[in-house]
C-alpha cells in the first residue's frame, strides 16, 4: 500500500471514531437551540398575562439586583446525563395554538399576521430583536424557520448545571415552556450564545442588557436555581449600569 492510501485510510478511521464518538455521545454536542416540533401537548394552565409584551415591566416588582442577592452562588454541577428531553419534547399547545406561534405573535405584537388556515401560525411580521437590536422584517411564512428562533433565556444545559437535574420532571418542564424564560430572537444571535450564562455571553444589544440579565435572574429565582461566581459578578456588574431595574414575574 503506498503512501497516499494509508494518508486516506487513516483520515477515514479518524471521521469513523469521531462519528462514533458523537453518536455515542449526544450531550457532547447538545446545544440550546435544537429545534423541537410542534406537536400536541398538554397545556401548562397559562394565563393570558404571561403572553403579554416581553417589554412591559410591573412598577411594583421588585428590583432586580434584590433577587439576584437572593440566588445562591455555587459552582457547575456535572452536565453527565443532560438531554433535552429531560425538560420537554415539543412545544405545549395553548388555546389550540402551539407555544412556539404564540409567543412570535407576543414579539410581533400588532404587526403580526396570522394565517387564516389555522388561526394559529404566524405568516408574516416585524419586531425589534432584542439581542442584536436590528429591525427585522419577516415577508412571508418560509423566513421565520432560518431567520427566528426561541430562545430559552436561562439556557437548559445551564440550567441542569445549576440545579435543574436535582428538579421533578414536572419543574423542569414548566421551567422549559415558561413564556418567562422564553424569547423570540435573532436565529445566528441564538447560536451565538448557545447555552452560554451571563458571564460567557451577553447581547451585542447593550440596551437591553439590563432587561436580559434581569429576567435571567427571575427565572433562576422562580425555579429555584443558582448561579455561579462569575456569573453574579458580571450580572451584578451589568445592572450597576440600571440599579432601577425591575425583575418579572417574581416576589420576593
Known amino acids: 500500500m503506498n503512501h497516499k492510501a494509508r494518508r486516506i485510510l487513516s483520515v477515514v478511521a479518524i471521521l469513523a471514531g469521531v462519528v462514533f464518538w458523537l453518536v455515542t455521545n449526544p450531550e457532547s454536542y447538545e446545544t440550546d437551540y435544537a429545534p423541537v416540533e ?21 412598577p411594583s416588582a421588585p428590583l432586580a439586583t434584590a433577587v439576584l442577592e437572593k440566588l445562591e452562588i455555587k459552582g457547575r454541577a456535572p452536565k453527565t446525563g443532560y438531554v433535552r428531553s429531560e425538560f420537554y419534547s415539543s412545544w405545549p399547545t395553548i388555546d389550540g395554538c402551539s407555544l412556539r ?30 439581542y442584536t437590536g436590528e429591525h427585522k422584517v419577516f415577508s412571508q411564512k ?15 444545559s445551564d440550567a441542569w448545571q445549576k440545579g435543574a437535574q436535582y428538579k421533578t ?45 434581569a429576567r435571567q435572574v427571575s427565572v433562576k429565582y422562580k425555579y429555584g436555581l443558582w448561579v455561579s ?18 425583575a418579572v414575574g417574581v416576589e420576593i
Open 101 to 130: 406561534q404564540r409567543i412570535i405573535k407576543r414579539e410581533m405584537g400588532d404587526t403580526a399576521v396570522i394565517s387564516t388556515e389555522n388561526n394559529c401560525d404566524v405568516i408574516s411580521g416585524e419586531f425589534d430583536d432584542p
Open 142 to 156: 418560509s423566513d421565520f424557520s432560518s431567520g427566528i428562533q426561541i430562545d430559552h433565556v436561562v439556557a437548559l
Open 229 to 246: 461566581q462569575a456569573e453574579h459578578d458580571m450580572i451584578q456588574q451589568v445592572l450597576e449600569k440600571c440599579p432601577n431595574e425591575r
Open 38 to 58: 410542534d406537536t400536541e401537548a398538554s397545556s401548562g394552565g397559562f394565563s393570558d398575562d404571561v403572553f403579554a409584551s416581553s417589554g412591559d415591566i410591573d
Open 169 to 213: 420532571a414536572d419543574e423542569r418542564y414548566a421551567l422549559a415552556t415558561d413564556p418567562l424564560n422564553l424569547l423570540a430572537v435573532d436565529s445566528s444571535a441564538n447560536q451565538k450564545k448557545s447555552d452560554g450564562d451571563a458571564a460567557t455571553w451577553l447581547p451585542s444589544n447593550k440596551k437591553f442588557r439590563c432587561q436580559y440579565v
